[in-house]
């Protein structure tokens, strides 16, 4: 008799079974790090925002921006001549993510000027909570990152926002 070459259904059976099992371990690990990375690039952008306000500040000498638009381009890759309008500040995927538009990195900003452009409030909220980013974050003009971690929304006052715990 000759010997057939090749596995058996019970060897190939347990061997995708140990591919289900490592599965089944590695994907929550990979979604976590996935929020993980989210929240680190909300807390980037925001960052982002501060730096955009104080310098649009110092350039058109008219307080702060009015709207994240007016920090980035007109358009997507168009940016030839900044203006009070147009500043080109922040890149077109951030100046867009409002809740009506498409998220940047799974997070939508709110941005809101107060008290005829003294003061501003940008916040970040999780475009799906617990699957795109888990907290909430928020920050003004003072530059200090606050951060919410039920995921609510960000708040529209610079008060409500410094009640929040301030990001280490």
Not at 31 to 55: D, G
Not at 132 to 157: M, Q, R
């Amino acid at each position: 008799m000759r010997k057939q070459k090749g596995f058996s259904l019970i060897e190939l059976l347990i061997v995708v079974a140990i591919i289900l099992i490592i599965a089944a371990i590695a994907i929550p690990n990979l979604l976590r790090a996935r929020m993980a990375a989210n929240e680190s690039s909300a807390v980037s952008s925001i960052r982002t925002v501060n730096t955009a306000e104080v310098s649009y500040q110092s350039t058109y000498q008219n307080g702060y921006s009015t709207s994240l638009g007016q920090l980035g381009p007109a358009a997507a890759g168009a940016c030839t001549a900044p203006t009070a309008a147009n500043a080109c500040l922040i890149d077109y995927s951030l100046s867009t993510a409002t809740a009506s538009t498409t998220p940047k990195s799974g997070y939508y900003f709110t941005f809101t000027t107060l008290s005829s452009a003294t003061s501003y409030v940008i916040g970040g909220q999780p475009q799906s909570p617990n699957q795109t980013g888990i907290s909430t974050f928020c920050s003004s003009e003072d530059g200090v990152l606050h951060k919410d971690v039920t995921g609510a929304t960000p708040p529209a006052t610079v008060d409500a926002c410094s009640k929040l715990a301030a990001l280490q």
